[in-house]
């Protein structure tokens, strides 16, 4: 429900880009750091979400709507966040 809001519920974009299809979001480093940190428009959700349920949103996106990217661990997102922390 967060997402939907400005992605369109069907990631089609809307006040936010769209996911569906989108360059980025084959990404990893770049989605998790948006997801964490947010960026213009888009509030962080670092606070919010576990490791866990960051890899289940970018899961959610990369293989809905026709989109066919790799899963992601809760373990990876660990790394990124830690990543994130070091910079």
């Given amino acids: 429900t967060n997402c939907a809001g400005c992605h369109g519920p069907s990631g089609e974009g809307a006040f936010g880009p769209p996911l569906?299809?989108?360059e980025n979001m084959m990404n990893t480093s770049y989605v998790i750091a948006?997801?964490?940190n947010g960026s213009?428009?888009?509030p962080p959700f670092r606070e919010q979400?576990?490791?866990q349920e960051i890899a289940a949103?970018?899961?959610?996106i990369?293989?809905?709507?026709?989109?066919?990217?790799?899963t992601i661990s809760a373990a990876k997102v660990k790394a990124g966040l830690t990543m994130e922390k070091q910079k």
Wanted: aromatic share 8%.
């Fill in 20 to 22: 569906v299809h989108n």
């Fill in 34 to 36: 948006h997801i964490v």
């Fill in 40 to 42: 213009q428009n888009m």
């Fill in 49 to 51: 979400l576990s490791a």
């Fill in 57 to 60: 949103v970018i899961n959610y």
């Fill in 62 to 70: 990369g293989t809905s709507w026709g989109n066919k990217l790799t």
